[in-house]
């Protein structure tokens, strides 16, 4: 048994002055969490390096014009159905749950304020519609009013350090989940991608594969919206114009399917027949 001790200092025997602070009620209720949190996942981590120098920048000078955590969003909505016990929480000793929606949820953490709020339906929502969506929770956080239940209510979380300078971070999971990416960046240009994941579920080996699709994936998505390519984008799946015409020599390009009187978008062949 390990025995407490209140003043942590007498372990060692020191003299040095002190003051007794207390944990604000924010930081207590995430410790709180973090302890049930670990009572019932068993973490590891794997990181991978994403480098995105050799497209240069992104066309556009919005929020997200040095940040990846949009193109992140719009990737893993696409790809996570082919790595489904990414997006799962275990239940006891003989099984875990798969959810069949991802719910992505976005940390954002002012001090001790961190909050994950759910940037929901992703998998329906255009890169353009992400970016908006990821504004719009940004505002909500940082209103000062309450913030409604059902945003309180992810399967999968993404942490985006890549403004704070910080090179390397090994991310929490949360309650009931099976995974959490961190997005940090090594060096201009280059981001690393840290997922840890509760190790009852998801092997090493399915995570670094997960990792690498998704890693394909951001990549042909900022390939696309970089300074040094002008093509058009499927809204729905991301692949180019060019990747289009070179599925199939029946391809013409891509279709235009207006939504409203102000507002467009534009479909590969396969996503039109699904849409």
Sequence with gaps: MIEE???????????FKSNVKPLSLRKRKEVENLRTSYTRQIPSTISIELDLTSWGPR????????????????????????????????QDSKSYIEFDELQIGIAF?????????????????SLDQIQEEIIRLLE???????????LFNSTFTITDLSKTGVTSC?????????GIIAITIARPGVFTLTCTYDHQILEGK???EFLNSLKLKITSVYEAVSDSVDTLLCSACAKTVVE???????????????????????????????Y
């Design 5 to 15: 001790i209140r003043n942590p200092m007498e372990r060692i025997g020191a003299s």
């Design 59 to 90: 066309n556009d000078s919005s929020y997200f014009s040095d940040s990846i955590l949009d193109i992140l969003c719009f990737s893993l909505s696409r790809i996570y159905k082919k790595f489904p016990k990414v997006n799962s929480t275990f």
């Design 109 to 125: 953490d002012e001090m001790e304020n961190l909050k994950v709020l759910t940037l929901k339906d992703s998998e329906l929502l």
């Design 140 to 150: 909500v956080y940082s209103s000062g009013q309450t913030i409604p239940l059902e």
């Design 170 to 178: 090994v991310p929490t999971l949360s309650i009931g989940q099976a």
């Design 206 to 208: 399915y995570v670094a």
């Design 244 to 274: 289009e015409l070179e599925v199939s020599p029946k391809n013409r390009g891509f279709i235009v399917l207006r939504k409203s009187l102000h507002e467009e978008i534009v479909l590969c062949r396969v996503c039109f027949e699904g």
